[in-house]
Nanobody, 125 residues
Framework: EVHLVESGGGLVQPGGSLTLSCAAS????????IGWFRQVPGKAREELAC????????NYLYSVKGRFFISSDSAKNMVYLQMNSLKPGDTAVYYC??????????????????WGQGTQVTVSS
């Protein structure tokens, strides 16, 4: 059974940093795209950052590029999202997800089959 479990969310002041972790199990980690998404109630889900299973390429949403960094450790089946220079607009529930390359590109949110339960990130003074 596939499990993705996020951790590391919380309250942080504007300008601060936070690192989210995602522990993956139940599938062959290296065979799947891995991505971080976020969602605010009433708004569409955003794909923030993703790693291709094919060649390790990464892609970022324009609004977080240069502030957020995705990384993975396949030996530990872990994915991380380093978030810097956080803004109140970054407040959301953050999710990690795993995508089957057969279903699409790592940039395609429709390729992502498996989702974690989410972790809340609140940026506020």
């Amino acid at each position: 059974e596939v499990h993705l479990v996020e951790s590391g969310g919380g309250l942080v002041q504007p300008g601060g940093s936070l690192t989210l972790s995602c522990a993956a199990s139940g599938f062959t980690f290296d065979d799947y795209h891995i991505g971080w998404f976020r969602q605010v109630p009433g708004k569409a889900r955003e794909e923030l950052a993703c790693i291709s299973s094919t060649d390790g390429s990464t892609n970022y949403l324009y609004s977080v590029k240069g502030r957020f960094f995705i990384s993975s450790d396949s030996a530990k089946n872990m994915v991380y999202l380093q978030m810097n220079s956080l803004k109140p607009g970054d407040t959301a529930v953050y999710y990690c997800a795993a995508g089957n390359p057969i279903r699409g590109s790592y940039r395609d949110s429709g390729a992502y089959d498996y989702w974690g339960q989410g972790t809340q990130v609140t940026v506020s003074s």
